[in-house]
């Protein structure tokens, strides 16, 4: 609950997320890469509700469609997703502590991968199992040293 | 920001615009979107503003590679250049030998084709393109190169490594493409078999290590060991690249295909350096006088690569 949020650490952080969600990862380890922007959206959507919210959101995620080749939309989609589920429940996990914080993120964002996946599937993709699912779990391991920066960074800069 | 505003009074229990619906109107745009992009060709113009615009973040993406490169181009020692330059000018002879006797070669292909009537063939322009970055998608294989539609490049054309096929350019930006790797599962390259000619088609099949030769009848002449090049029928990739290597070939009974597997040529997860291959200049004086169609491949058909 920052009453002051900066936006040039809104835009580095949007742009860093994307850097990071194409590159910077040891190759064998690609599926346990964190879902960077997912958890930018998620960060700033549960700082500043009534700046940062599910259009916003939805055209971050139309940026990593482009980047990640997806058709355009499914990303986009997923991350508005996102945004709408922090949005209906930030007021309860501003409450919660770090711990059970880092189960919303898991499940905010596996909600998040089960949704780009059912979608990739039903447009032809073929690749079964649970897989899928690791970013969500990265995501919620790496949610408190996210947060604790972009909180630090926040307090100086806004 | 105002000094005090962190002092007035907030309500906690704030609401926003109701975010509900936003998320619906939000969700019929993706539909469409989806629909559109999916089905119709209407969007590959606007990903394509799009990737343009990201195209910073590419080059972002890569700056820690190339800050390294640059790193030990600083301190590599005086010894180790010339050693470089010594073994780099032993190589060099080397393949001028090679080209010397294969410019004979050609020069003789030629006249032999000249013989038969058929069309010439012609060296490939090629232009030398560097992977700026591979798909995020762990199950797509895809990498990004840094040459894009600036430097003419389209759709369609064929991406080699100094081994052998790579893919092909799928979708290009003003600075970037991506490439389709021939491992990905929606991928097929035409070859054929380099002994005896025989003709099949290769299957990506999401294994970088592992291509699938199909449809091969249980009688048919093929080996372990069989180089298998691109044929050049489809009219997408140039005849005569070397594309993979017969490695492991199971006969089941009661089943009237074999199932072979075959060994990628290209290093598809390591090569750095690529080359993307022109289609040869629409021929606009065709050489044969009466028209003995020899399958010179190149202008014929179109499709069935992707």
Not at chain 1, 12 to 29: D, H, M, N
Not at chain 1, 128 to 150: D, K, N, Q, R
Not at chain 2, 178 to 194: F, K
């Amino acid at each position: 609950m920052l009453s002051v949020i900066s936006y040039p650490l809104f835009a580095i952080s949007v742009i860093l997320a994307l850097v990071l969600s194409i590159s910077l990862f040891p190759v064998g380890w690609f599926e346990f890469r964190p879902e960077w922007l997912g958890l930018v959206v998620f960060y700033w959507t549960l700082r500043a509700p009534a700046q940062f919210g599910v259009v916003l959101a939805w055209c971050l995620g139309l940026l990593l469609d482009v980047l990640e080749a997806t058709t355009l939309g499914v990303n986009a989609v997923s991350m508005a997703v996102i945004a709408f589920l922090v949005l209906a429940m930030h007021q309860r996990l501003r409450m919660y502590p770090v711990a059970q914080q880092c189960l919303v993120v898991f499940l905010v964002l596996g909600i998040n991968q089960m949704l780009v996946h059912f979608l990739k599937q039903f447009l032809g993709a073929d690749s079964p199992g649970f897989a899928y699912l690791w970013p969500a779990l990265t995501s919620a391991i790496a949610w408190p040293f996210v947060a604790a920066a972009f909180d630090n960074l926040n307090r100086k800069l806004g | 920001m105002i000094p005090w505003e962190g002092l007035t009074i907030k309500t906690i229990f704030v609401q926003g615009p109701v975010p509900g619906f936003r998320l619906i109107l939000v969700m019929l745009v993706s539909a469409a979107l989806i629909a559109a992009d999916a089905r119709f060709e209407q969007l590959a113009s606007v990903r394509s503003t799009l990737a343009t615009g990201l195209a910073p973040v590419h080059w972002l993406g890569n700056a820690p590679y190339r800050f390294s490169d640059w790193v030990a181009d600083l301190f590599v020692s005086r010894g180790d250049l010339e050693e470089q330059n010594e073994e780099l000018k032993t190589r060099l002879l080397i393949l001028e030998r090679r080209a010397l006797k294969y410019a004979a070669l050609a020069a003789e292909n030629n006249e032999l084709r000249r013989l038969l009537n058929s069309s010439e063939s012609v060296d490939d322009r090629v232009i030398i393109a560097e992977v700026v970055g591979v798909s995020p998608d762990p199950f797509s294989h895809e990498v990004i190169i840094n040459k894009g539609a600036n430097d003419n490049l389209r759709p369609g054309q064929a991406v080699l490594d100094s081994q052998g096929l790579m893919g092909q350019v799928i979708n290009t930006s003003q600075f970037t493409s991506r490439v389709l790797l021939i491992s990905d599962s929606s991928h097929a390259v035409p070859v054929e078999v380099v002994r005896n000619g025989l003709r099949y088609i290769l299957l990506g099949n999401g294994d970088r290590e592992q291509l699938e030769l199909i449809h091969v009848p249980d009688t048919a002449d093929i080996r372990e060991g069989d180089m298998l090049v691109s044929s050049g029928l489809g009219g997408r990739f140039p005849r005569g690249y070397p594309v993979a290597e017969v490695s492991n070939i199971v006969k089941e009974p009661g089943e009237s295909f074999m199932s072979i597997q075959a060994t990628p040529k290209a290093r598809l997860n390591q090569s750095r350096l690529l080359l993307v291959v022109f289609p040869p200049q629409e021929n606009v004086d065709p050489v044969p006088e009466e028209s003995v169609e020899a399958e010179s491949a190149n202008n014929d058909g179109s499709g069935g690569a992707d």
